[in-house]
């Protein structure tokens, strides 16, 4: 099965920036797409950012401007660039792929979460 492996997070104060990266532990030959949700306690998961097969990008809009899904289809992997950080940002980052052996059997993969502080 195919596992993500998440690294980059850590603490950072207020205004800074992190760099988060996700690598799947085995090739898939066909992804449709990659994103990044965020869970803070008491809160429910969210979608920061994503991005398509095509290559269009969504982002919630309390990170708009702030924060960059970029992606490396060929080592299976999606970064999240994080600017300006707040003390809202502070949660836990999953990264998601969707993908699969063809484009009509896709998978849900799920990282397993890297902490992001953010001090004031």
């Known amino acids: 099965q195919v596992q993500l492996v998440e690294s980059g997070g850590g603490l950072v104060q207020a205004g800074g920036s992190l760099r988060l990266s996700c690598a799947a532990s085995r090739s898939i030959l066909s992804i449709n797409a990659m994103a990044w949700y965020r869970q803070a306690p008491g809160k429910q998961r969210e979608l920061v950012a994503a991005?398509?097969?095509?290559?269009?990008?969504n982002y919630a809009d309390s990170v708009k401007g702030r924060f960059t899904i970029s992606r490396d289809n060929a080592k299976n992997t999606v970064y999240l660039q994080m600017n300006s950080l707040k003390p809202e940002d502070t949660a836990v980052y999953y990264c998601?792929?969707?993908?699969?052996?063809?484009?009509?059997?896709?998978?849900?993969?799920w990282g397993q979460g890297t902490q992001v502080t953010v001090s004031s």
């Open positions: 998601n792929i969707k993908g699969g052996p063809a484009v009509y059997l896709v998978y849900d993969y």
């Open positions: 991005i398509t097969s095509g290559g269009s990008t």
